[in-house]
T-cell receptor, first 112, second 115 residues
Framework: EAGVAQSPRYKIIEKRQSVAFWCNPI?????LYWYQQILGQGPKLLIQ????????DSQLPKDRFSAERLKGVDSTLKIQPAKLEDSAVYLC??????????FGPGTRLTVL | AQSVSQHNHHVILSEAASLELGCNYS??????LFWYVQYPGQHLQLLLK??????LVKGIKGFEAEFIKSKFSFNLRKPSVQWSDTAEYFC?????????????FGSGTRLSIRP
């Protein structure tokens, strides 16, 4: 089966610019997760969707980050405006009912 | 707040040595436990998981982990490591509440194997 797809793989922007990441989960997976992984740390959950509804966004900096999952399939994560501390790898994962998460390759964001 | 601790940040072993990576969590309720691995240049993948039943779980590539509820631990073990086990290992805990769940990852342990 096809895995979780993410694009772009790399992105370099200047602070105060906007950026968007895209994720296509495994077909049939109802749950989709966005994580932020800063160098040297473990993934931190930003937002979790169940179909197109938000289950948990308690760690999403809502003043600058937003995410949507229209139609319960693909998802986009946006940062506007970006700060230097947003430099990280942004991981998307999906799961069915089993709690086992399948991860995409991530998008490495560098904010200059 | 719930947390997951991985005490070893970087472990260096020789081939054929035995491995044990520690993972402790803070949550008194029901948990699902995972170990994920990230090989160089690859994305995170599941190594093994515990949901219920036998607290000793076996995963891929000869890895196993033991859930000790009284110690809030889920340590990863392998009796004889290979050079190809060089990777970063993450423990993750899914804390289950009555109406939701929350997943937290540890900070990871980098494993380097000397050939």
């Amino acid at each position: 089966e096809a895995g979780v797809a993410q694009s772009p793989r790399y992105k370099i922007i200047e602070k105060r610019q906007s950026v968007a990441f895209w994720c296509n989960p495994i077909s049939g997976h109802a749950t989709l997760y966005w994580y932020q992984q800063i160098l040297g740390q473990g993934p931190k959950l930003l937002i979790q969707f169940q179909n197109n509804g938000v289950v948990d966004d308690s760690q999403l900096p809502k003043d600058r980050f937003s995410a949507e999952r229209l139609k319960g399939v693909d998802s986009t994560l946006k940062i506007q405006p970006a700060k230097l501390e947003d430099s990280a790898v942004y991981l998307c994962a999906s799961s069915d009912t089993s709690d086992e998460q399948f991860f995409g390759p991530g998008t490495r964001l560098t904010v200059l | 707040a719930q947390s997951v601790s991985q005490h070893n940040h970087h472990v260096i072993l020789s081939e054929a040595a035995s491995l044990e990576l520690g993972c402790n969590y803070s949550y008194g309720g029901t948990v699902n436990l995972f170990w994920y691995v990230q090989y160089p240049g690859q994305h995170l993948q599941l190594l093994l998981k515990y949901f219920s039943g036998d607290p000793l779980v076996k995963g891929i590539k000869g890895f196993e982990a033991e859930f000790i509820k009284s110690k809030f631990s889920f340590n990863l073990r392998k009796p004889s490591v290979q050079w190809s086990d060089t990777a970063e290992y993450f423990c993750a805990v899914n804390a289950r509440y009555s109406s939701a769940s929350k997943i937290i990852f540890g900070s990871g342990t980098r494993l380097s194997i000397r050939p």
